[in-house]
């Protein structure tokens, strides 16, 4: 008989943290579930050393009772339990989640039933090999989930294609109003399927907000547009139609507006998730003709002549 490393197994030294342990568990796991390596024989023995590793470190008993036998085993040298070793009642909860009525029992190792007594569900010494089934929660996913400015402002349901192992399925999200840029939105059993009948994991979504060509986002709640606007127009004063994120509204450009200008459009930026919204800012940016007509080359003409206006009082 062959000792077995369990620690080596998992890959985690023999002062891991419990959290340590499962996380290396869940990580192993999820590489060898006979879901996402169908047909393999070696992946599934792995995963059965795997979760047998675990049925004895994660239990503070077992645990305790194995570290006993020392660190100077080498995983696979011949193993021979030591004189007045005895084993235990060795108990489970919801074994028939691990691998549901579809999947053959997993029959523990030698090793495992010399050190422990192998009644999984009998007596101390039985000698009926175990046929535990482990339960193991579905793996957590993570994914990007890009948005519109649009999409977050309106909120509301969005399709959704993602991949879980080999397999891609689809979902439809509910993007609640007054999300933002790195919110995480959680979707309960949409991550990699649980063992057996185990539950799924979930799955979480990370806004992110995509560049839009129109607006630029101010802060949470705030819209900025740039708004092209003619010399006499900035001159004279003018109503000019400007873009808004559910609409075009008119602004009254006042006369005399400078350049590079900000106003205030009140109640017209992003929603919030508590209700209200955001404001817009509207940038001016005075625009020149660059292919002038005839006619309005002469009146430019005529106006530089005639003006009194001086661009830069103070200098040349």
Known sequence: MKFRDYYEVLGVPRTASDDEIKKAFRRLARKYHPDVNPGDKSAEEKFKEVNEAYTVLSDAEKR?????????????????????????????????DFFGSGRGTYDFSDFFNSLFGGGVFGGRGDGRRGSARPTARGQNLEAELPLTLQQIHRGGPHPF?????????????????????????????????????????DLYLRVKVQPDPRFTLSGQDDLQVELPVAPWEAVLGAKVAVPTIEGRVELTVPAGSQAGQRMRLRGQGLSRGQGGRGDQYVKLKIVVPTHPTAREQELFTRLAAESLFQPRPNGP
């Open 161 to 201: 294609i993602y991949q879980t192992g080999e397999k891609r399925q689809s979902v439809e999200v509910n993007i609640p109003i007054g999300v933002r840029d790195g919110t995480t939105i959680r979707l309960a059993g949409m991550g990699m399927p649980g063992l057996g009948r185990s539950p799924a994991g």
């Open 64 to 96: 305790r009772r194995y570290d006993q036998l020392g660190p100077n085993w080498q995983n696979g040298a011949d193993f021979t339990p030591p004189p007045g070793w005895e084993g235990f009642d060795v108990r489970y909860e919801n074994m028939n």
